[in-house]
């Protein structure tokens, strides 16, 4: 099993709809969880990061976590088409100097 | 400006002959990583650093070596490149792996 699960996608939403993203990863002892959004040739930049069970939302972005179920999502609200990258996440496993991600999803929001 | 700076973007090479990529941060970042990401399988950590003097292996090692003889610096040293090097490089830092990594702009490596 891989540490951490994404669907590569594409998702496709139409502008201005929801868009929902979601990451499962496979050790218990993770720790710190990260969203990170990846343009077609750039290199990823920091979205969010999520420590405790619940949400956290920061503009039209709310990354959720749920340690019980190791699962940890991010929505997008109001999507526009700029939002339109692959999403990668990311995690700390505790006690570990590393960190992890996934394949990423990729996003597509048609005008 | 905040960041870091990889060097070359791109490099042609051929097989066997030595090369070295630089990565460079003026944040004053404990933390470096180097990754290396490839279709289908995202990124993945080929060595990392907590400070200077201080590295250890990630989950694909084999065929690179790094040094942290300064804080700032963090180069990636291929001694004998192979094709199945060639990929996109990433390197990373930040003050706390809990706040999340911060990127340089990545280095297309060839090799052939």
């Known amino acids: 099993q891989k540490e951490v699960e994404q669907n590569s996608g594409p998702l496709s939403v139409p502008e201005g709809a929801i868009a929902s993203l979601n990451c499962t990863y496979s050790d218990r002892g993770s720790q710190s969880f990260f969203w990170y959004r990846q343009y077609s040739g750039k290199s990823p930049e920091l979205i969010m990061f999520i420590y405790s069970n619940g949400d956290k939302e920061d503009g039209r972005f709310t990354a959720q976590l749920n340690k019980a179920s190791q699962y940890v999502s991010l929505l997008i609200r109001d999507s526009q088409p700029s939002d339109s990258a692959t999403y990668l996440c990311?995690?700390?496993?505790?006690?570990?100097?590393?960190?992890?991600f996934g394949i990423g999803t990729k996003l597509q929001v048609i005008p | 400006e905040a960041q870091v700076t990889q060097n070359p973007r791109y490099l042609i090479t051929v097989t066997g002959k030595k090369l070295t990529v630089t990565c460079s941060q003026n944040?004053?970042?404990?933390?470096m990583s180097w990754y290396r990401q490839d279709p289908g399988l995202g990124l993945r950590q080929i060595y990392y650093?907590?400070?200077?003097?201080?590295?250890d292996k990630g989950d694909v090692p084999e065929g690179y070596k790094v040094s942290r003889k300064e804080k700032r610096n963090f180069p990636l040293i291929l001694e004998s490149p192979s094709p199945n090097q060639t990929s996109l490089y990433f390197c990373a830092s930040t003050t706390s792996l809990d706040y999340g990594y911060t990127f340089g702009s990545g280095t297309r490596l060839t090799v052939v």
């Open positions: 650093s907590m400070n200077v003097e201080v590295t």
């Open positions: 990311a995690l700390r496993s505790g006690g570990y100097q590393k960190v992890t």
């Open positions: 944040m004053n970042h404990e933390y």
